[in-house]
Nanobody
Framework: QVQLVESGGGLVQPGGPLRLSCAAS????????MGWYRQISGKQRELVAA???????NYADSVKGRFTISGDYVKNMVYLQMNSLKPEDTAVYYC????????????????WGQGTQVTVSS
């Protein structure tokens, strides 16, 4: 019903920048939140950053001051600018969105992208 496609992952050296993009497509829904999660090898998936449709943001403590999330809820796009990357940032990064299925149902449905690999070498 809702498709999320991530792009921009790759291999970077410590200290380098990388920008991730996510495009959402679908009909008969309204986005409430878009964001980025990551799964580091051997660990559970964790929140990196999220942005609501009214512009409120939330960041993991480990990325504050280094990562910036931005969204375009007209184009249904979300971005993650990552600076000063560290080896411990190496993970699969997943795009997330929470949506209303229709305008009369208050339940929020979750959708996830396939993920994009970010590898920070040392």
């Amino acid at each position: 019903q809702v498709q999320l496609v991530e792009s921009g992952g790759g291999l970077v050296q410590p200290g380098g920048p990388l920008r991730l993009s996510c495009a959402a497509s679908g009909t008969f829904f309204r986005i409430t939140t878009m964001g980025w999660y990551r799964q580091i090898s051997g660990k559970q998936r964790e929140l990196v950053a999220a942005i609501t449709s009214d512009g409120r943001t939330n960041y993991a403590d480990s990325v504050k001051g280094r990562f910036t999330i931005s969204g375009d809820y007209v184009k249904n796009m979300v971005y993650l600018q990552m600076n000063s990357l560290k080896p411990e940032d190496t993970a699969v990064y997943y795009c997330y969105t929470g949506v209303y299925a229709d305008y009369t149902n208050p339940r929020v449905y979750d959708y996830w992208g396939q993920g994009t690999q970010v590898t920070v070498s040392s």
